[in-house]
């Protein structure tokens, strides 16, 4: 996966760089030279590593957008906990849930993403995940926008799996596949990416979700097919970003 990215970076003109080295294991982050210039688009994933779906999901997506890469600007984490993905654990190496740790600036891992993350503080965030209970695809947004954005985005998400039918996903109400809080939880035991980076200032967020126990091949599918139409529906909706 990692020599991919590489093949990724080169063709796109990014840069990879080491975010982070643990225990001899490093965690890679690709970004534009001239970064800085207007806010980015943010993507990651590779944060629970039981979630391979994802992970092999944003590069797919990835190797068919070179073009988009080169001509636009984004920040992109491919996979936050490799140790994780090669042992199929959710958890990292040091037995941390790093999705409950993105608020911690002393975390060796958290806080230099906190650093980068704030240089120039994203558009656009996608999270990118997967969930063993989930009976299809789901997606939960926070964003500032008078109309949920996520149906017209999960339309375009169907052609393999169709959205999670259930009304409760983890204790949240949910429609056709969309949670959408009315309040942004403040009071979690741990912070979540998405929810940093709403508080970062990042105006629009997703944390999208596929289901474990589906094919590898149509997840990953699925997931490059929700960063493509998450990425085209904020671009039309920029506009109206506060
Ligand atoms: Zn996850």
Redesign the pocket.
Same mark, same amino acid.
């Given at each position: 996966m990692i020599a991919r990215w590489r093949e990724v970076a080169k063709a796109a003109g990014m840069q990879m760089k080491v975010l982070v080295e643990m225990d001899g294991e490093k965690v890679f982050y690709l970004q534009k030279r001239d970064r800085l210039a207007s806010p980015p688009v943010y993507l990651s994933t590779g944060?629970?590593g039981d979630?391979p779906g994802?992970a092999w999901g944003l590069l797919a997506w990835a190797q068919r957008e070179i073009e988009q890469l080169r001509h636009g600007n984004h920040l992109i984490f491919p996979c936050m906990n490799p140790h994780g993905l090669r042992a199929n654990t959710?958890l990292d190496r040091r037995g941390f849930d790093i999705?409950r740790r993105f608020h911690i600036d002393t975390d060796p891992l958290c806080g230099p993403w906190l650093d980068i993350v704030k240089q120039s503080v994203p558009r656009l965030g996608l999270c990118l995940? $997967?969930?063993y209970d989930a009976q299809g695809f789901y997606v939960y947004e926070l964003n500032d926008l008078p109309k949920t954005a996520s149906y017209d985005i999960l339309k375009k998400c169907a052609k393999h799996m169709s959205a999670d039918p259930r009304r409760m996903i983890d204790g949240r109400r949910s429609r056709d596949g969309v949670i959408r809080p009315r309040a942004i939880p403040t009071t979690l035991p741990g912070m979540p990416e998405a929810i940093v980076l709403w508080q970062l200032g990042c105006p629009f967020t997703l944390t999208f $979700?596929t289901p474990s126990e589906f094919s590898l091949d149509d997840r990953v599918r699925t997931q490059a097919d929700f960063v493509d139409a998450a990425i085209r529906l904020a671009a039309r909706t920029s506009n109206h970003q506060p």
């Open positions: 944060v629970h979630e994802s959710r999705n995940h $997967e969930d $979700e």
